[in-house]
């Protein structure tokens, strides 16, 4: 089994900086099995991702920080250590539409996302006969106009709970609270059935077959307090004709929906994402 | 060479429509080499285009109308008749930008666009160069904050001087009086260097870089008198990353602005595009 | 529910064809609701797909053949009619890999695919669980170097028994007989992963991980005598590069076989194919 | 203007590598703007292409090669040098086919390509017009059946009189000798009009039309001895239908062909190519 470290780095660009990191890796013996790295020469930008095997680096991971701490304030690092054998604690929020869900579950099954999946919460009952096949737990939280700070308040100490390290929104059909995504910097990841920025908010394949677009898209992005605008993960799109129907345009949303919300997902578990400017680097 | 006439036809759907075209066509003696059509459910709506080699076809194309006329009367529709033979005549209106001028002008020299095109119209003197040496007459009126109004009116003069039939927007950075659209309703295209509705307006590549979007594209469509907003023709996209600076996003767009404009230029040259409900069925 | 009937067609080029066919239905009083024709210039050769509401259609279908007949003879044609009331029978076959599988039980299941599939049957195991979730009987016949004809006889039987149509082979990892192929012609549908031509055969995501190609692909076809030679019904690919390892290719191909050969079956489903030359026109 | 060198690296992988070079550019003083690396788990490969701003930089060029050679013979390093001053010198062999021509000089013209281009080869006459538009030096050359040996000692002596760094077939219909391509290892770029290994050889266009594929595809490769089995360096491809005839496939192709041939030329100058494993590694 893989026993990885991966250095996830953003700081101001400057001389020097990966002599630093890759000194630091040598003399601590490591072996280093890919590395990616980005300049954003307009913001004088440093973003670096460095993975190495653990076998043979002589540093403790526990010691990691306080021997990392002096580099990382030399540089102004903001950085993040993420070790293959802890996998990262994966909610799944869900309402009726079953697609992406299924096929999260089937990917995780299958060995294709490395994390695990203590809970899938819903404000409906009808996935948990799904959740049962695939054995993650499933909790009904019903949310109406009324109650939904009481059931945000029920989500909070599930997910507090079970020490959730980020959620999904598959096709989940509430919006959260500010206070709710506050709770959660970039760790919500969302599917938008649509190619963004067009089509923000309700029914956009109603709005494409409208508006008479020849290609439908979606977009993985992770939540932020303003609806639909948060950084963009992964878009895809699929052309469609005049010979498609509404009802077509949702079922091929529906293929489109399920592959771009899947690499988000595996990209972020496997720390290949880094935000600066309401935008994302993936080191895919 | 090829000998065909090409008929489109938009009409309520009701029963027998396809039996009394075929039969018409039939009964003339067309060998018919394509027919497509389209019905929209919702709307009710037929939409068809029939092509058919006018060897042994009987009926002369001048008493085609008169002959015609009582089906066409019978089932309410709206219809254009187009000859092979009869090369549409297209006015390429351009600015200093020139990678979609250079495509058309090669694209018509290689007989991909069955046209004339009996004239270029610039705000500037650019490509004069360019013109000379596909051989085609290069006419500059500059266009100012003031002469807006003369200019069009210099400009509608050599349009009809020149009996043309449509013109084509190749990167054109003028915006077109709502008079002008008007006078050539469904008759000029445009090039937009984004995926329409994301980003209209001005400078979209600057836009979609800020937004982070993993995917550019461009949108050809009819004028109308709204701004980009008129029915799209064609749409592509191409992948972009963190890796392409805007440069970048700019170079690639070209391929695709090139290629999208195109494509809605041949097949507007031949015949293959309906509207209806702001949108286009195009029948490739 | 949809209630209608549609109509495939084959047969020489000619004159009067599309008039006969319209006039033969509109004197039954059939709603046309789509029509799709083609015609090969080469080969002279008409293809057409014709679908009609069947509320107010005249013609009982049990007598369509009889009324049919002259008109078919006339011209030649080789016709299928299909109704939607009629739901084809599909067999699917399966080994051990199941991403196919979980993909058409779970769009069956979600209305994608208008069929029954009154069995699944494999040469292993594995997959029992999955097709008891979906309450579709699994059948376990084990296949061995000696074993294969009397295992083929087995199969045969079962699908005898259960009046199957036609066979999609999900990643089924046996060669079937020469004598199994010609008993189900063009009535078999298989997924290869690769864009064939290229790498035909086995381990396809090897070969093309050797040869440094920049995209992967994956096919679906009907299954004639030759291996891997039968007409293509749809075909996909999807971007690699040097980040990916073969593990990479083989988990990004999972996610094209699905949906290339989910469409292929939605299509034969639907009766949208058609077969000449060795190739397909798909009237999608 | 950019000032700028990239060092190009392939040697064993080993530890202590990235600190190496690191510390090398950063004792003289480099700002790197870009580097990328890749390590080929399976190969023991590591390959790495670094760019840095030339100011400040501390080094002389012409010192460089001294300064570098210990770290380099440590590491057993294969490495190159490239300065963006010193544009690459193209030659161009084109035939009757003019549509890679005219997109390579339109985008030499527009900026896209920093290189120059001292002289355009042709067995034909037909592109001499094109080629003076441009301002390009184009050449003659004749061959036949008995005269190829004879063509190509004229050509070799044109290209080193020219001091030809590297040579594009825009769709030139020759096949060089062995010797030839020999003499340019890496250094010859092709585009073939298939999706290879699908359609090697002749006339792929015409295979794929008899194939009945549903998409076509171009590839871009370094030549080698063998025919249409170089390393890969880009590959791309489009969707066709049964409405599409051989003709069509042809058309949609060249549009691939230019943009499939363009980014390799563009890639090959901006020394973003690697090779190992009859493979390309492209830092894109």
Chains 1, 2, 3, 4 share one sequence.
């Not at 973003?47 to 680096?57: A, I, S, T």
């Not at 802890?86 to 799944?92: C, G, K, N, V, W």
């Not at 910097?185 to 059935?193: A, C, K």
Request: charged share 25%; glycine share 4%; with cysteine.
């Amino acid at each position: 089994m893989k026993n990885t470290a991966t250095l996830l780095i953003s700081c101001p660009d400057q001389k020097g900086l990966v002599a630093g990191i890759a000194d630091f890796l040598y003399s601590h013996n490591a072996n280093i099995l890919h590395a990616d790295q980005h300049q954003d020469s307009e913001l004088k930008l440093f973003l670096m991702r460095v993975e190495w095997d653990l076998g043979g680096f002589d540093l403790d991971t526990a010691d990691f920080e306080r021997a990392f701490a002096p580099l990382a304030a030399r540089f102004g690092m903001v950085w993040h250590l993420a070790l293959s054998t802890r996998r990262p604690r994966m909610a799944i929020f869900v309402s009726k539409y079953d697609h992406c869900l299924v096929d999260l579950l089937y990917r995780h099954q299958s060995g294709e996302l490395h994390c695990d999946i203590p809970l899938i919460l819903s404000n409906h009952e009808d996935n948990r006969k799904l959740a049962d096949f695939y054995a993650i737990p499933f909790h009904h939280i019903p949310v109406t106009q009324g109650n939904k700070e009481a059931a945000e308040r029920q989500q909070w100490a599930l997910l507090d709970e079970h020490r959730i390290d980020f959620i999904v929104l598959a096709r989940y059909m509430q919006v959260l609270s500010a206070e709710f995504t506050a709770r959660f910097p970039q760790r919500i990841i969302n599917i938008h059935h649509s190619f963004l920025p067009a089509f923000l908010g309700a029914k956009p394949y109603h709005r494409a077959f409208e508006r008479g677009v020849k290609l439908i898209g979606a977009t993985s992005h992770y939540v932020t307090e303003t609806l639909d605008d948060g950084p963009s993960i992964e878009q895809d799109v699929t052309r469609i004709s005049h010979r498609d129907a509404l009802e077509d345009l949702i079922q091929k949303g529906r293929d489109l929906e399920k592959v771009v919300l899947s690499r988000a997902v595996r990209w972020h578990i496997d720390s290949r994402i880094l935000l600066y400017a309401n935008k994302t680097v993936v080191f895919d």
